[in-house]
């Protein structure tokens, strides 16, 4: 598994113009994997037992211009792509769709909206604020079992105040189909969506 993880960390390598950068994103990585709670930066200094002056600087990887999530996401696509671990059927990759709302309690926070649930439950409020996320994974076989790997979130409503993309007036279901296209011609294969 050791093996497997350095493969990755090194193929990762070209996605960061500067040195430091990719070695606080390794250990970004490390954290995120032996962490055991999910606050933040603070979970990754505990878990790796981290001096405190290592908090400023992983708050400053974060918003390093040395990296960007996209480089990250293409790299990650053709990570998977070169292990042709998706699963293909009729020859085609299968990619799966999915929105995920995720209530948030600050009032402050880019892109928080306030949404619909949509549920049986009388328990859940039918209105609450929050993200409205979309998703894309592909289907990985592992055995006689499936599973989602992710490839891309993104936030789905609220962005048009903060960008001004005229892409974010389109439906939801658009652009969860404009996300799979992007992956497909990313990881130059034909693939179904399944929604």
């Known amino acids: 598994m050791l093996k497997e993880l350095n493969a990755f960390l090194v193929f990762m390598r070209p996605a960061f113009s500067r040195q430091a950068p990719y070695h606080w994103f390794v250990i970004v990585f490390v954290g995120f994997l032996v962490r055991s709670d999910t606050f933040g930066v603070s979970s990754i200094v505990r878990a790796l037992m981290l001096t405190p002056e290592c908090y400023t600087r992983l708050l400053h990887f974060f918003h390093s211009t040395a ?14 792509e070169a292990r042709d671990c998706g699963y293909r059927f009729q020859q085609r990759l299968v990619l799966l769709g999915d929105h995920t709302k995720a209530p948030k309690d600050g009032r402050k926070m880019p892109a928080v909206t306030t949404l619909h649930q ?15 996320w979309g998703c894309i994974g592909i289907l990985v076989r592992a055995g006689d079992k499936f599973f989602a790997t992710p490839l891309w979130a993104n936030i789905q409503e609220g962005l048009d105040k903060i960008t001004r993309d005229p892409q974010s007036k389109q439906p939801k279901t658009t652009r969860i189909v404009e996300m ?3 992956v497909a011609r990313s990881m130059g294969s034909p693939a179904y969506l399944v929604l």
């Not at 990296?67 to 998977?80: D, E, F, P």
């Not at 949509?118 to 409205?132: A, L, V």
Request: hydrophobic share 40%.
């Open 180 to 182: 799979a296209q992007q």
């Open 118 to 132: 949509h549920s049986e439950t009388s328990s859940k409020p039918s209105f609450f604020r929050g993200h409205h």
């Open 67 to 80: 990296w960007n999530v996209q480089g990250l996401m293409l790299l990650w696509w053709k990570w998977l």
